[in-house]
């Protein structure tokens, strides 16, 4: 594997980003490479996993690699997309995982970590939701994802703005559930996992299967979710989604035209 590490310990396995270079960002290659070991993880009846970068991380992840983006108007939220499947994933997965992370975190990285179970950051943590600033859509599942963890009015905030969302207003908003210093996150991490695998694991992952399905209780018509994909493809076909994919790869401002 080229862009993750593992390990799988006392029923507690780790996937470490790691590929700094490109601050973690999520490629397809990184993402096929975290299915394929979860997968793994979950065959040997994992009872915890934790998602982490490199220790000492400035960047948790950069978001999605915005160089699979240039070049036409790609959905990454399909079905089948590397993205989508490993969000699954972490939703589906039997046993809690823990996002433990350093430094900030970026674009469709921030729903990929708000998908896990338990959150835990640095002071210098950061949350960005990128999606205006690049121009490009955002899926519907992924803004329930958000929905189904802060308040509609700090969904709007952080989509409209793209603003990062500091350490201790995330702990306040409740998507932190602890703040710990770089120098102890990584045994206070590596305690609550312990703690967790001493406990029944049939037990905790009915009560997980039971959130995920209590919080997609409020299912959408098929209408909607129609006019939903037409409004996010005027999105994907205006001049707005190459400019602003172009304007990150030529280390230039965006200038976005569309009213
Ligand atoms: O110049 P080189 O070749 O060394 O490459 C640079 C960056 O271009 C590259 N890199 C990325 N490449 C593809 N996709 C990315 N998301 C990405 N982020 C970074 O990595 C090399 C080192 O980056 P550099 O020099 O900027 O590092 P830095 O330490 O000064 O700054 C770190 C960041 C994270 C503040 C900065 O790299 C940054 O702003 N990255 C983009 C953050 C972002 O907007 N992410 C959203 C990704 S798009 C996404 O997730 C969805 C489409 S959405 O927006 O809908 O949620």
Request: with cysteine; proline share 3%; net charge neutral.
């Amino acid at each position: 594997m080229n862009n993750i590490k593992t390990s799988f310990e006392n029923l507690t396995c780790t996937i470490i980003l790691d590929n700094s270079v490109k601050r973690n960002a999520l490629s397809d290659d990184m993402l096929l490479e975290i299915l394929d070991v979860m997968k793994k993880f979950k065959s040997r009846k994992a009872r915890c996993l934790i998602i982490r970068a490199e220790r000492g991380a400035k960047v948790f992840s950069a978001g999605y690699d915005i160089s699979e983006l240039a070049g036409g108007n790609r959905d990454i939220r399909i079905h089948n997309n590397p993205l989508e499947k490993v969000i699954r994933m972490i939703e589906y997965f039997p046993a809690p995982v823990i996002a433990m992370m350093e430094g900030s975190v970026w674009g469709e990285a921030c729903e990929l970590v708000f998908t896990c179970d338990i959150l835990i950051g640095t002071s210098d943590t950061t949350f960005a939701i990128t999606p205006s600033r690049l121009g490009v859509p955002y899926s519907t599942t992924g803004i329930n994802h958000f929905l189904s963890m802060i308040s509609i009015g700090i969904v709007k905030e952080m989509f409209f703005t793209a603003e990062p969302v500091n350490a201790e207003r995330a702990y306040m908003l409740g998507i932190l559930n602890h703040i710990v210093s770089r120098e102890e996150i990584e045994n206070f991490t590596y305690e609550l996992g312990n703690i967790i695998v001493k406990n029944s694991p049939l037990t905790i992952s009915v009560i997980k299967e039971q959130l995920r399905l209590l919080s997609q209780a409020n299912l959408m018509t098929k209408e909607t979710l129609k006019r939903i994909q037409e409004l996010r493809n005027t999105v994907f076909e205006s001049e707005d989604y190459r400019e602003g994919i172009n304007a990150f790869l030529e280390k230039r401002e965006p200038e976005f035209k569309r009213k």
